[in-house]
C-alpha cells in the first residue's frame, strides 16, 4: 500500500494543505499540540467533509443531520481546523488553542464547540457514542450517518471490541468506522506494545464489511466511503494506513513527535515543506 494521494479535486488538495498549515500555527500559537496525530487525519476529514458528510453551520442540531465523532479525540487540533475552514466559527479563533478562556481545549467539547458530536479524549468512548448515535438513527428512521474515527492504538481498549460486537449484532449500516492506521502510538509502536494484525480479519470476524485504503489518497478515501453506506445491513470499517506526521519529513513516522514543538530550525523546515511564507497570517 501506497501513501501517495491520487487528485481528487484541486480544491480538496488545497484544503488538505491550509489545513495543515492551520495545525502547525495553532501548535505554535498555544505552545505544543498533538501535531503528528492531527496530520494523519487530515487527509480523510478533508475529504469527509467536502464530499459526505451532511453537516454544515446551522444545522448542529437538525436531527437528520449526519454525525462524526472524533474517538481519537488528541487529534482534535485537525477537527477544529476544519470546522473553522468550513464556517463552524470563525478561523481566527484558532489562535485560542489551548490557552486559558479559549473553547478549544487539547480535546473537543460538545458543549462549546459548534460542530463538535461528542466529548472525547478517554480512548474507546467516543467509538460507543458514535455507536449509540446511529442507532438512535436507526430506531427513529432517520437517514442521518455516523462516522467515527479511531487511532489503532486506541483498538487495543476492550471497548472498541464490545462496541464493535454490538453495532454488528444491531446491524447498523448507518455507521462508518475509520481507523487511523498510522502504526504508532504515543509511547512506540503499536506492534511492539500491543500488536492489532490482522487487523482487518479482527474486524470482519466481528461481523464488519471492511476494507483497506490508503489513507492519504483522496480519491480512494472518496470511492470507499461512497461503498460504505451501499452496505446494508452491517456496519463498514476502513482500515486507512496513514502516516503520523504526513506532510513534514522529519515528522512522519516517528514516535517522538505524538507531542511535540519543533525548535527554530525545525520549524523554518516544517513551513517550507508545507508552503508558509507567514506563520503569523495563517491564522487571520
Not at 484558532?94 to 459548534?114: R, T
Not at 506494545?193 to 492519504?216: A, Q, R, V, Y
Not at 505524538?258 to 525545525?266: A, C, D, I, K, V
Amino acid at each position: 500500500m501506497t501513501n501517495s494521494s491520487t487528485c481528487l479535486d484541486p480544491d480538496i488538495a488545497a484544503s488538505a494543505l491550509r489545513l495543515r498549515q492551520m495545525v502547525l500555527a495553532m501548535a505554535v500559537q498555544a505552545g505544543g499540540a498533538h501535531l503528528t496525530p492531527a496530520y494523519s487525519i487530515i487527509d480523510l476529514l478533508t475529504v469527509i467533509y467536502a464530499r459526505h458528510l451532511n453537516l454544515h453551520p446551522g444545522s448542529e442540531t437538525d436531527p437528520d443531520r449526519d454525525r462524526l465523532v472524533l474517538s481519537k479525540g488528541h487529534g482534535c487540533a485537525a477537527l477544529y481546523a476544519i470546522l473553522a475552514e468550513r464556517g463552524f466559527f470563525p478561523v481566527r479563533d484558532l489562535k485560542g488553542f489551548c490557552s486559558a478562556g479559549s473553547k478549544l481545549g487539547g480535546h473537543p467539547d460538545m458543549h462549546k464547540i459548534p460542530g463538535v458530536e461528542a466529548s472525547t479524549g478517554s480512548l474507546g468512548h467516543g467509538f460507543c457514542s458514535a455507536i449509540g448515535m446511529a442507532l438512535a438513527a436507526k430506531l427513529q428512521g432517520r437517514s442521518a450517518r455516523t462516522f467515527a474515527i479511531l487511532g489503532d492504538g486506541e483498538c487495543q481498549e476492550g471497548s472498541i471490541w464490545e462496541g464493535a460486537m454490538a453495532a454488528a449484532q444491531l446491524e447498523l449500516g448507518n455507521l462508518l468506522a475509520i481507523v487511523d492506521a498510522n502504526g504508532l502510538q504515543g509511547m512506540g509502536r503499536v506492534e511492539n506494545i500491543n500488536t492489532l494484525e490482522p487487523l482487518c480479519d479482527k474486524w470482519s470476524s466481528f461481523g464488519w464489511d471492511t476494507m483497506e485504503i490508503d489513507g492519504h489518497d483522496h480519491a480512494a478515501i472518496d470511492a470507499a466511503i461512497t461503498r460504505a453506506f451501499n452496505v446494508t445491513g452491517r456496519p463498514t470499517v476502513l482500515i486507512a494506513r496513514t502516516i503520523k506526521g504526513k506532510g513534514v519529513s522529519y515528522m512522519e513516522g516517528e514516535a517522538i513527535w505524538h507531542y511535540r514543538l519543533p525548535n527554530e530550525t525545525e520549524l523554518e523546515q516544517a513551513c517550507a515543506q508545507l508552503g508558509i511564507d507567514d506563520l503569523n497570517s495563517v491564522l487571520t
